[in-house]
């Protein structure tokens, strides 16, 4: 194959396994990111501990969850069939969220409907593993770049839906979330139909057996470790940023939603070209963990930029900034975990990595809450500055220990 068809075929690959991040960050962004948080805080409970709890617990449950479903989907080849049971629970969990007014029915959907949401992602996640051999780390990149016009393209449909403006009573935000669901079922309906089915389907036992144990240590042993902890440390930093500048915003600064949205919208739009084209350039020049940690650099600075500056306009350079690194951290590290994990393990290692940075994002909105609730929102942004700052170090070991390991195969 020449070089123009080997590029044709990763993108044509790259843009089918895509349609998942189409839909699915229509989900991120409205219900994660933007209104879901604001509902919550004016209709359910005006407690930024309340909301840090809710969060908490489907993160926890995710986490536990998905290493466990992932092991009986590798064992039992599973693995498709985990991904549509798991998505299709987070597209009806977030049509159901247009429907109901109790705080206590609203909550408990919320919290259902995350933990299918983050489990489905692992499953889909490890599928980068096979389909994209060489091409991973521009895969990767690809997949958060077609999110995020996703997320976006949902929004506009969201404000045309009502009538060209946001969301002022609950009736809105009902609205807006029963049309996320919709655009993230249609996604995810024509993503299933590219699904291929398990290339080692085979019937096993469900039952744990020890040599399995005794494999799945060994492959946990070396820069695989580093990764994953790494994972662990930077996720937290990053999903407690996401988690809370909505209500940072609303709360704090007293931005209108219309402002946080728009502010939102410009992240997006930058995050977009940027995390395909940083991710490309990872690839060509193979230092994916360089940048990695430049991008750690650059969530310090955005951490130390929300506890100083509080106008709009400074905020519009924080937006642009964010657009930078929000996608192309998580992207460069899906890319490293799936250049090291061996197939027959990717449903299991990738429900780990889960486990990884949901645990850690567990303590990172608890953490933001009450440094928070004791002190101030501003200073409670600061409580991220230290997984960034492990997380560079380990993964700077990871990489490291990945060259000693080429250097010498």
């Excluded at 109790?102 to 909550?107: D, F, L, Q, V």
């Excluded at 091409?135 to 393209?153: C, K, Q, V």
Aim: aromatic share 14%; net charge positive; proline share 3%.
């Amino acid at each position: 194959m020449t070089t123009k068809q080997i590029e044709t075929s990763a993108l044509k690959t790259g843009l089918q396994w895509s349609l998942y991040d189409f839909g699915n960050s229509a989900y991120a962004l409205n219900i994660i990111t933007l209104f879901f948080p604001l509902y919550f805080s004016s209709f359910v409970s005006s407690n930024p501990a309340t909301w840090s709890r809710t969060v908490a617990v489907s993160i926890l449950a995710s986490a536990l969850i998905a290493p466990i479903a992932g092991y009986f989907a590798d064992r039992y080849s599973a693995r498709r069939i985990s991904l549509i049971a798991f998505a299709s629970l987070a597209v009806v969990g977030t049509l159901l969220l247009g429907f109901t007014t109790s705080s206590a029915e609203t909550t408990i959907i919320f919290i259902a409907t995350n933990i299918a949401f983050y489990v489905s992602t692992s499953f889909y996640d490890a599928i980068l593993v096979t389909i994209a051999r060489d091409r991973r780390t521009f895969t990767s990149g690809l997949g958060w770049a077609i999110g995020y016009f996703g997320g976006l393209l949902c929004l506009g449909f969201c404000y045309l839906m009502l009538g060209s403006q946001m969301p002022t009573n609950q009736g809105d935000f009902l609205k807006v979330f029963f049309l996320t669901g919709l655009f993230y079922m249609v996604s995810s309906l024509f993503f299933f139909r590219n699904l291929s089915p398990d290339s080692d389907a085979h019937a096993a036992s469900l039952a744990v057996s020890r040599s399995d144990m005794a494999g799945m240590g060994s492959d946990f042993r070396g820069p695989l470790l580093y990764v994953l902890i790494g994972s662990f440390l930077v996720m937290e930093g990053v999903t407690t940023i996401v988690y809370f500048t909505a209500i940072y915003a609303s709360s704090t600064l007293h931005f209108s939603i219309g402002r946080i949205a728009g502010l939102l919208s410009l992240t997006q739009l930058i995050a977009a070209p940027a995390t395909y084209l940083i991710c490309r350039y990872a690839e060509r020049r193979q230092n994916e963990f360089t940048i990695l940690i430049m991008c750690n650099v650059v969530w310090l600075l955005l951490a130390l930029a929300m506890f100083k500056f509080r106008s709009p306009l400074a905020y519009i350079g924080i937006a642009c900034l964010t657009g930078l690194v929000i996608g192309t951290s998580p992207a460069l590290l899906r890319a490293c975990l799936s250049k090291i994990t061996p197939p027959h393990r990717r449903g299991s290692i990738f429900g780990f990595s889960l486990l990884c940075s949901r645990a850690a994002s567990v303590v990172g909105p608890l953490v933001f809450g009450l440094v928070a609730s004791k002190f101030s929102a501003p200073v409670g942004m600061l409580s991220v500055i230290p997984f960034f700052v492990l997380g560079s170090i380990i993964l700077f070991s990871a990489s490291v220990k990945i060259s000693a390991l080429q250097t010498h195969a």
